[in-house]
Each structure stands twice: as C-alpha cells, then as structure tokens.
C-alpha cells in the first residue's frame, strides 16, 4: 500500500500530465474553441493567479510564486501556451525553493510534451547540480545545446 504522500504526488503528477494534454488538444482545436476544463478558479481569476505567480517570480518572491502558478495550473482553465508558461516558471521557482523532486515532476510533465526541449534540458541540468550529478547536468546541457547552440551553460558546470 502506498503512503498518502506518495499517493497524492502521483495523482498530482497524472494530473498535471493530463492539464497538458487537455490544453494541447485544445491547441490544437481537437476540442474546439471552448470548453477546454472547468474548476472553481474562473478563467480570469486563474489568468489573474498566473500573472499574480509571474509578478512574484520575476519579484524572486519564491514562495509566491510557487502557490499562485500552482494555483493556476490546478484551475483547469488556462490554455496550452499559459500551461506552459506556467509550468516553466514553477520550475525554476522549485529549484529556488529547493524543492527537487517537485521541479523535476514539472520538468518531466514538460519534456513528456515536448515543450521548449532546449529550456527544459537547461532547466534539467541545473537540478541535476543541485542533486550533485555533474555528469547527467553536462549530458542535459550538451542535447540543450544540440537543439540551441546559443544555450549558456549553468553555473557551476
């Protein structure tokens, strides 16, 4: 039997997974126009929870950050491209917060959709420093820098 915490970062990670998939077949106009999710976030108040996150990232205001990009991937109301967004910045935000084994789940949920593979290799590399992999953080940086040759490498690399 699995631990509830296990349990529940697993559902979380499925259905952070599935957000992904619903807003790229709306994307892609698999499902039409609307009715792509539905939450008790409203789509404005989800877009406000996004833009709320994005102010606190750029402000370097960690924690912020994290709870409202969380809450706006949770909403089930944003599209593909704010998903993704939304995704990329929580990312980096946990490697802020060290919060490891939650950037590396966005960053999972980014590279199983194919989402900016060369920012997400990036991204890949610096948690791989950060969990002492020098070798897995050169690998990750040197397929980010096959895809974008302008691709800096992290520090301490």
């Known amino acids: 039997m699995q631990s509830p915490t296990l349990?529940?970062?697993q559902d979380d990670k499925g259905?952070?997974?599935n957000a992904l998939v619903v807003a790229a077949a709306c994307l892609a106009g698999v499902m039409g126009s609307s009715g792509c999710g539905s939450s008790a976030l409203s789509m404005g108040n989800a877009t406000d929870s996004m833009n709320s996150g994005l102010a606190a990232f750029e402000a370097?205001?960690?924690?912020?950050?994290?709870?409202d990009l969380t809450s706006a991937i949770e909403s089930r109301t944003l599209n593909a491209k704010e998903i993704e967004e939304?995704?990329?910045a929580r990312a980096q935000v946990r490697l802020q917060n060290e919060n490891l084994s939650?950037?590396?789940?966005?960053?999972n949920v980014l590279e199983?959709?194919?989402a900016?593979?060369?920012e997400v290799l990036l991204l890949k590399a610096n948690l791989k420093l950060k969990?002492?992999?020098k070798a897995g953080a050169k690998r990750s940086y040197l397929m980010a820098k096959k895809i974008n040759k302008k691709v800096k490498a992290p520090v301490g690399l």
């Open 7 to 9: 349990q529940s970062s």
């Open 60 to 67: 370097q205001d960690w924690e912020t950050a994290e709870v």
């Open 116 to 118: 900016k593979p060369d």
């Open 15 to 17: 259905f952070m997974r």
């Open 112 to 114: 199983e959709t194919g």
């Open 131 to 133: 969990q002492g992999d």
């Open 86 to 88: 939304a995704f990329m």
């Open 102 to 107: 939650g950037a590396e789940e966005d960053l």
